[in-house]
């Protein structure tokens, strides 16, 4: 089955430096998402980004499917920003995300 | 527009016992997934339905698991006689009908889980 690598495992940032994280995938897919998990443990959606790139506000992410990876940008970090931010694929043939084991992100002030 | 619901929230119970889990999609949204994060790791894709059918069970456990999505009402995920190892957030998700080719899929939208314990 497809194979979802996201780097880094772990980071740790101070209030207002930029950061990118990255998601690797081992097949081609249909799409790709990128989910912020909070403190409280909810499913943020991020972007809906099978190509291409896409920015809302202080995030940006651009996937670049040939390729088979995404990178997910955030710039000025706030420390609301903290949790673990999760990319997933769809598989091709059912639709189900495969996710990958999260990059945990801490924001200090 | 609601988004995804989920209840309970929380939920205890005993090894042994029943939990039903429940899961109300987005309002025209006929797509309904089950996924589960056990403690520190990702989610984990569980069952896909759309009304009265599953889709794809792969990641089903063999036994003491069951889901429906009826055609009325919300999705069931049902564990019988639960273990200490089933304790995990589990999560719904939904997406729209499915648009143009047979495998195009939609944005998947999630719900806020539920935090199921095994005491």
């Known amino acids: 089955g497809i194979q979802v690598e996201q780097s880094p495992p772990d980071l740790i940032l101070q209030e207002g430096a930029n950061s990118t994280l990255r998601c690797n995938f081992s097949?081609?897919?249909?799409?790709l998402q990128w989910f912020h998990q909070n403190p409280w443990g909810q499913l943020i959606n991020l972007f809906y980004?099978?190509?291409g790139t896409k920015q809302n506000g202080r995030l940006s992410a651009t996937t670049v499917a040939t390729e088979r990876y995404s990178l997910l940008y955030i710039s000025s970090s706030q420390t609301t920003d903290s949790g673990v931010y999760f990319c997933a694929v769809q598989d091709s043939n059912t639709g189900k995300l495969i996710f990958g084991q999260g990059t945990t992100l801490q924001v200090k002030p | 527009n609601a988004g995804v619901m989920q209840n309970p929230r929380h939920l205890v119970r005993r090894r042994g016992q029943e939990a039903r889990l429940r899961c109300s999609p987005m309002k025209g949204h006929s797509h309904v997934y089950w996924y589960r994060q056990l403690p520190e790791e990702g989610l984990k894709f569980m069952v896909y339905l759309q009304k009265e059918n599953i889709i794809d069970e792969s990641g089903m456990p063999k036994e003491r698991f069951s889901a429906e999505f009826p055609k009325e009402g919300p999705s069931i995920l049902r564990i019988q006689q639960v273990v200490r190892g089933d304790s995990a957030a589990y999560f719904c998700?939904?997406?729209?009908?499915?648009?143009?080719?047979?495998?195009?899929?939609?944005?998947?939208?999630f719900g806020p889980g539920t935090r199921l314990t095994v005491l």
């Open positions: 097949d081609s897919v249909n799409n």
């Open positions: 998700a939904s997406s729209p009908p499915l648009a143009g080719a047979w495998n195009y899929i939609d944005e998947q939208f």
């Open positions: 980004i099978p190509s």
